[in-house]
């Protein structure tokens, strides 16, 4: 596109949502406008389906930052059965990471494809020790040739004190049920219900393991309906990487060990070292990687970008909870005009944005939405749930966790100390909090859910399509906003 064609798509898209073209508005400087409406209650929109890359969509428009205290398994887990995505954080040895993707893909699914295995000769200890890494209760035993052996469950080990002993000893090895490996779910129920039992190993002719189906992960399916799940029926989890020189080895591990999609994160998008690093990863991995990328918050940027070959666009730049780019280095568009002027280029090639940072509550989620974003990438609000890494403290007689951001001093520190960067510091462009406990995440993204069901309604909306087709802004004073808000009446 040429400089005028973008600056008249820009404008035009800015008038149509009720935007100026200067100066930059945020979330506070605008409501959104109600319109006649045909949905009886919030309760009647059942799609809040947004889209991730151009073939990968989310039942639930929300994922979870790609920051150390929000996002490792247990966050990624929690977001893709509620319907949205995590990404794993980038600052973890290539190993752990891979670890913390193997998990997710593992947590639930219809058939799991590469069970855990275990010899007879492997002792009780080393077998636990696996099973807690991988937190699971039960083992498939193999033997010499990498056939099943037998089982060891629970009940087989539960009240055995000696760690020492051998699984050979202690496995059921007779009477196993097995089934072939093209099993379906409905099938394998059956099974499950007439033996009486909660796992299922997937055999061929040969007596080889092809799979494993257990009743867990068949009520997790039933229970998490709008679960983010691959064809195969695995939770979707997204994998972060930096821009560093190993990044074409690292990604290819991250791909081995299941990762749905690849963020590839810096702070300045639009600067030619990124357009590099996306165009070596199309050269190896080619164009069906599913491939996401930021930070922008220009339509320049969004260009940029597209041309590098990116499926997604993470935009949004210093609006962060715990991010000063916009007080250090003073760079940064505010959020609805940035997404607005970011939808108005993405939308002509048909690459979905995220937005990234500044969503404070769910009106702010609302606005995002109608101003262009397809998903909006949460951190601080986050923060603080039971599913985010590092244990939570209690402080001034209430419970807290921990929340920074990747670019502050003490984030900075604890990468030095696992020797993961080398021994300098950077200006910090990032901030340490304590965040107060939240309980489960599927709390809050609950209320996020159902305030934006209700924002809909207002607009006559039963998906964000048309939620942000439809949607336009008006501009508020402060007084506007802060009229809003509950207040006392005297």
């Keep these: 596109m040429k400089q005028q064609d973008i600056k008249k798509a820009v404008e035009e898209y800015l008038e149509l949502k009720g935007l100026p073209k200067t100066p930059a508005l945020t979330f506070e400087d605008v409501t959104i406008v109600d319109l006649y409406s045909e949905i009886p209650s919030r309760s009647s929109i059942e799609n809040t389906r947004g889209y991730l890359t151009k073939d990968i969509y989310l039942e639930t428009p929300i994922c979870s930052s790609n920051m150390d205290t929000v996002t490792e398994h247990q966050m990624a887990i929690a977001m893709a059965r509620l319907g949205g995505i995590g990404f794993i954080h980038q600052f973890l040895p290539i190993e752990k990471r891979k670890k913390e993707i193997e998990m997710v893909k593992r947590a639930d699914s219809g058939i799991i494809e590469k069970p855990l295995t275990v010899t007879p000769d492997t002792t009780l200890k ?163 990687l599913p491939l996401v990328a930021g930070n922008v918050d220009t339509a320049d940027g969004v260009l940029t970008l597209i041309q590098a070959g990116v499926d997604g666009i993470k935009a949004g730049i210093g609006g962060g909870s715990a991010c000063k780019t916009r007080m250090g280095p003073g760079v940064g568009v505010p959020y609805i005009t940035a997404i607005a002027e970011c939808y108005a280029i993405a939308s002509k090639f048909n690459i979905p944005l995220m937005s990234d940072g500044g969503i404070k509550n769910s009106s702010d989620l609302a606005k995002i939405l109608v101003a262009g ?118």
Aim: net charge positive.
């Design 373 to 490: 974003a397809d998903t909006a990438m949460m951190g601080g609000l986050l923060a603080g749930t039971e599913e985010t890494p590092g244990k939570p403290f209690y402080e001034d007689g209430e419970k807290w966790k921990i929340y920074r951001g990747s670019a502050s001093i003490e984030f900075q520190m604890s990468r030095i100390d696992r020797d993961e960067r080398e021994n300098f510091i950077r200006t910090p462009e990032g901030v340490p909090k304590r965040v107060k406990y939240k309980g489960e995440v599927a709390n809050v993204v609950e209320e996020l859910i159902g305030h934006l069901n209700s924002a809909m309604s207002y607009v006559g909306a039963w998906t964000l399509k048309e939620f942000r087709k439809k949607g336009t802004f008006r501009w508020q004073t402060l007084a506007g906003y802060e009229e809003g808000k509950p207040h006392d009446v005297l």
């Design 126 to 288: 080393q077998a636990k020790e696996l099973m807690a890494a991988y937190k699971i209760s039960s083992l498939l035993v193999v033997d010499e040739n990498k056939k099943l052996a037998g089982i060891l469950a629970n009940r087989d080990y539960n009240f055995e004190t000696d760690d020492s002993k051998k699984v050979g000893v202690l496995m059921k090895k007779t009477g196993l049920i097995t089934a072939p490996p093209r099993t379906n779910p409905e099938k394998a129920k059956q099974i499950l219900f007439k033996h009486k039992i909660e796992k299922l190993p997937l055999i061929d002719k040969r007596g080889f393991i092809k799979g494993l189906i257990t009743t867990k992960d068949l009520a997790k399916v039933t229970k998490f309906p709008k679960a983010s799940r691959d064809k195969k029926g695995h939770l979707l989890v997204g994998a972060t990487v930096g821009i560093a020189n190993d990044i074409l080895g690292e990604i290819e591990e991250l791909l081995k060990a299941g990762t749905d999609v690849i963020l590839v994160d810096t702070a300045r998008g639009n600067s030619s070292r990124l357009v590099e690093v996306l165009k070596r990863i199309r050269r190896r991995f080619g164009k069906k």
